[in-house]
Nanobody, 117 residues
């Protein structure tokens, strides 16, 4: 079974920073895409940022310019540097990975990010 392990969540003041990490293990398959989604209470899960082995990146409009995704899905690890955090960034953040040439998708358990004064 593929396992995605997340770390780096926590509680910070508005304007603060956090760095999330995600690493995958337990699979012989390579990933073509990895990214981060988040879900706040009462809201649907939404894309935060994603990256591909080709190097392309995608960001939600709400985080563009503040968050930076890095790493390489081919190496089964990605990171999310979150700067200038706002209270509306509060959510559970999930790591997501897509298997190359497959419809298979794997999710981490999620890590809580809380931005509050």
């Amino acid at each position: 079974q593929v396992q995605l392990v997340e770390s780096g969540g926590g509680m910070v003041q508005p304007g603060g920073s956090l760095r999330l990490s995600c690493a995958a293990s337990g699979s012989a398959f390579k990933f073509w895409s990895m990214g981060w989604y988040r879900q706040a209470p009462g809201k649907q899960r939404e894309l935060v940022a994603s990256t591909t082995s080709a190097g392309s990146t995608t960001y939600a409009d709400s985080v563009n310019g503040r968050f930076t995704i890095s790493g390489d899905p081919a190496k089964k690890s990605v990171y999310l540097q979150m700067n200038s955090l706002k209270p509306e960034d509060t959510a559970v953040y999930f790591c997501r990975a897509e298997v190359r040439r497959s419809t298979d998708v794997y999710w981490g358990q999620g890590t809580q990010v809380t931005v509050s004064s």
